[in-house]
């Protein structure tokens, strides 16, 4: 297996098979039975293992979410255990490369993205709400550990305790969706069904806007509930809360049908018992909100007695999952698979929907290409075919006479690094990548650095080597002959690399660059980086990126690529429901993701290589209780930085408006196709179509939309096959949203062949 180096948000350790759900009602109903006396826990220990069913019939996995809630309140902290986690998270949060800026960010970022957090302030006073006996609970010690690593808004950096990311997942089962009706008036939010319904032309009524949920103004609502998301930009954490096409595509690698729905990050925050909704005819509905579990609950009778079985304060883990609900990650085939609901079939298919090269049907587009890249893999088997794909799509469409290229970045959270510096050399191989990136000093960076590089400076580099200990050493960036200067020269030394370097305040490695023709490139990717010759088919004005905001990681240092030194424009689709400029990169810019167990495994690592680090501050990683306990983790250890600029500031600081703005509208939801003829015209015949530019947005329309009382939907003219469209609502409903918020390497940890 490669060792690959990622940045991205994708992919998880455990993915959750379908299962048939209890109806709500159903559980309504069991609820009144005497259990309503007993502790929460126990009262889903009961809901969860009827009995009574006969032996054949599925056994339920959902509770009402608030008994869930309930249940996760009463489960008591061990404080000792708690210190002891708060004492050992900053040697991790120290590899976090925005750790000081965070603190105090540029004023631009405060006012247009997000405020200023203290991380390891933060922990402090955690520890005092433990003191004091503001916080009595496991699960909400936990959650404030949530809470605080999530206002970094940084997709790379997570520690989600079991008892928050393991025992439930909460669900509100009604996605939703936001669309101007027109294109040019403001969105307003419908449910997804309604648009579905008109599309089918099944429903009686006339499908009316959401006002009010939970009786607060829906899309004031909406941001509220956004900024439980991950990336750092507000307008596409707003869109991550609708259903998405582009989402969906990804199956089980998206986040399912939309953070409203308890897609992605949204599965964590804890529901009432139901969410109404006030649609703008006058009709109130309450949608009753449930949590579904991994954990098998049988014979738990209280909290105490869900810790004693599912937390361990030692370091070893024993929880019982249940077996029909956890599976491992499967090694995914690397076939075509059909095409995803809403998507035409592709021209040149992909392995599993990563990527796929399309055409657009209908008179005015014949000139039109559409690579969709939706992800950049991460995943071994698909590495070769996700490569060949663009290489054989591009070259097909030019030969085809395709002289505009759309590259569909929608729900992009990233992946191989390198595949995002091979796509841009497909389409510029005269350009040298620039991908310029730091680590945040600190002593144990330094010290794996030392280690490292004295051992592998005996050993040439060697594509055919053989030692697989030693070629993850070299593959490393703790070699200081991995990486190039900026000038793109050889590193002379480990201290050269290491700097430290201080900007701005704060202490970083010298800049790096990725040696796009070193040996140990496959090992690194899985692939060799293509487009080292001088054959260049679209000019820059002929290529257009294509975003929901959710483009992050590798799809962040693709999108600068190709911005910064490609000069391509960019068009954002969504956004709150304003007429502003946003974003197209609203997701971390950070440029590599580490999880925290790779941490520790290279202090343990760098000690068994020089023994005279055997006292040093590596040694405190010895301990394995952060690790055993953090069910998802990530830091965010490279920042990148731009070409040329030597303001110093991280990418993941910078605002950037895209080129163009349009709104998504029903069509779009349902077709993709649309997006893409609404992209291509904004783009290359009529650029007033963008928001807020060449006074095309009216904004007495706007008003009116915003009030929810006259937008109406008229049927979308898409392409979905209705049955199968449900199907996949249905099946991702009926799914645990994977996360995608973070990176867990599964499968090709450190130090395995
Ligand atoms: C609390 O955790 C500590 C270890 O951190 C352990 O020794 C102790 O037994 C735990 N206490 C209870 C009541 O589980
Ligand atoms: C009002 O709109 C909602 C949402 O579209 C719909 O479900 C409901 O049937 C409508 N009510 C009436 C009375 O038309
Ligand atoms: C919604 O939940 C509240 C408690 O949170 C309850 O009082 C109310 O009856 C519920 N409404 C419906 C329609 O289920
Ligand atoms: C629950 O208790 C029953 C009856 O004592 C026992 O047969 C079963 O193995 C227990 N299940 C678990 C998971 O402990
Ligand atoms: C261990 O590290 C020290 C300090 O950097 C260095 O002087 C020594 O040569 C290293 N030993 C080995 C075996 O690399
Ligand atoms: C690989 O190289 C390392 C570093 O020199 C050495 O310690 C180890 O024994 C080697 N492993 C094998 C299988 O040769
Ligand atoms: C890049 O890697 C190749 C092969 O490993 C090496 O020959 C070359 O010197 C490296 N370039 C730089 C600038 O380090
Ligand atoms: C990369 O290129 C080298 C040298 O041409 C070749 O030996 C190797 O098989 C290639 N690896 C991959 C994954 O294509
Ligand atoms: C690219 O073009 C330059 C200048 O015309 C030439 O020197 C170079 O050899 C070409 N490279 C390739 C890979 O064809
Ligand atoms: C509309 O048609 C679809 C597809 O046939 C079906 O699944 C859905 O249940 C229908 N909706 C209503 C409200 O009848």
New binding site residues.
């Given amino acids: 297996m490669w060792s690959r180096i990622v940045a991205s948000l994708a992919v998880l350790t455990i993915s959750v098979t379908s299962s048939p759900v209890a109806p709500v009602d159903n559980l309504n109903r069991r609820q009144e039975i005497p259990t309503a006396t007993l502790p929460a826990c126990a009262q889903v220990s009961v809901l969860l293992n009827d009995n009574e069913a006969p032996t054949d019939a599925p056994q339920p996995t959902e509770v009402p979410a608030d008994l869930a809630h309930q249940c996760l309140l009463s489960i008591p902290i061990n404080a000792t255990s708690a210190k002891a986690i708060l004492f050992e998270l900053p040697l991790y949060l120290n590899w976090q490369s925005t750790l000081d800026v965070l603190k105090d960010p540029p004023s631009e970022y405060v006012e247009k993205v997000q405020g200023p957090i203290d991380i390891l302030a933060g922990l402090d006073d955690i520890s005092a709400a433990i003191d004091k006996g503001d916080i009595v609970g496991e699960w909400e010690f936990g959650w404030a550990l949530y809470k605080l690593l999530g206002a970094a808004h940084d997709g790379h950096l997570a520690y989600i305790l079991d008892v928050v990311g393991l025992i439930f997942s909460f669900n509100r089962p009604l996605p939703l969706v936001s669309v101007s009706e027109d294109g040019s008036k403001l969105p307003a939010i419908f449910a997804y069904?309604d648009v579905?319904?008109l599309q089918?032309?099944?429903?009686s009524y006339t499908p009316s806007a959401i006002v009010k949920i939970d009786g607060q103004d829906a899309s004031a609502f909406l941001e509220d509930l956004s900024q439980q998301g991950s990336l750092q930009d507000r307008d596409a954490l707003y869109n991550n809360l609708f259903y998405s096409l582009a989402q969906t595509s990804l199956q089980n690698g998206g986040s399912g049908t939309g953070g409203f729905t308890g897609g992605g990050r949204g599965r964590y925050v804890p529901l009432k018992a139901n969410t109404t909704i006030d649609f703008a005819n006058g009709t109130t509905l309450a949608i009753a909100n449930t949590a579904r579990t991994y954990f098998n609950f049988q014979n738990i009778t209280s909290g105490a007695d869900l810790r004693r079985s599912f937390v361990n304060d030692g370091n070893a883990i024993a929880k019982t999952f249940r077996p029909d609900l956890i599976t491992p990650v499967s090694v995914l085939s690397a076939q075509a698979a059909a095409p995803p609901p809403g998507y035409p079939v592709p021209v040149v298919p992909g392995p599993q929907n990563l990527i796929n090269g399309f055409y657009i049907d209908g008179p005015g587009y014949e000139n039109v290409a559409v690579l969709q890249v939706p992800s950049f893999v991460s995943s071994s088997y698909a590495e070769l075919p996700f490569q060949a794909t663009s290489q054989k799509f591009l070259q097909k469409a030019w030969s085809e006479g395709k002289t505009k290229l759309i590259i569909d970045l929608q729900a992009n959270g990233g992946g191989t690094i390198l595949q995002g510096y091979d796509l841009f050399k497909q389409l510029f191989p005269a350009l040298d990548p620039y991908g310029g990136n730091r680590f945040r000093y600190n002593s144990a960076v330094d010290l794996v650095g030392q280690a490292f590089s004295g051992v592998v400076s005996q050993y040439p580099r060697d594509a055919g080597l053989k030692n697989a200990t030693l070629r993850l050493i070299q593959t490393s960036y703790f070699d200081y002959h991995t990486d190039q200067t900026v000038d793109g020269k050889p590193f002379e030394s480990w201290a050269q690399k290491v700097g430290p370097n201080t900007v701005n305040g704060d202490d970083y490695t010298s800049i790096t660059r990725w040696n796009l023709t070193d040996v140990y490139i496959p090992y690194q990717s899985g692939i060799n980086i293509t487009g080292f010759s001088n054959l260049t088919r679209w000019k820059s004005e002929d290529i257009v990126l294509v975003t929901d905001g959710y483009c992050a990681s590798t799809c962040s240092i693709f999108s600068e690529l190709m911005t910064q030194q490609g000069r391509v424009k960019t068009i954002a689709f969504g956004g709150r429901s304003n007429s502003n400029r946003i974003q197209a990169v609203g997701g971390v810019k950070g440029a590599n993701v580490y999880q925290w167990s790779f941490i520790q495994q290279y202090a343990v690592q760098a000690i068994y290589y020089n023994e005279t680090f055997q006292d040093s501050a590596l040694k405190e990683y010895s301990s394995e209780k952060v690790i055993n306990r953090g069910y998802g983790n990530g830091i965010n250890v490279r920042d990148a930085v731009r070409l040329g600029d030597d303001s110093g500031i991280a990418l993941q600081f910078k605002y950037e408006e895209a080129d163009c703005r349009l709104y998504y509208t029903p069509e779009m939801t349902v077709n993709a196709a649309a997006i893409w003829k609404a992209a291509a015209d904004a783009q290359w015949s009529d650029s007033s179509k963008c928001i807020g530019n060449g006074g095309y947005y009216n904004p007495s329309n706007a008003r009116r939309a915003a009030q929810g009382k006259t937008t109406t939907l008229s049927p979308a003219r898409g392409q979905m096959h209705?049955?199968q469209?449900?199907?996949q609502m249905k099946a991702l409903e009926d799914t645990f949203s994977i996360e995608t918020e973070y990176q867990i390497e599964a499968g090709d940890g450190f130090m395995q062949p």
């Fill in positions: 069904s579905l319904g089918f032309k099944n429903i209705g049955a469209a449900l199907r």
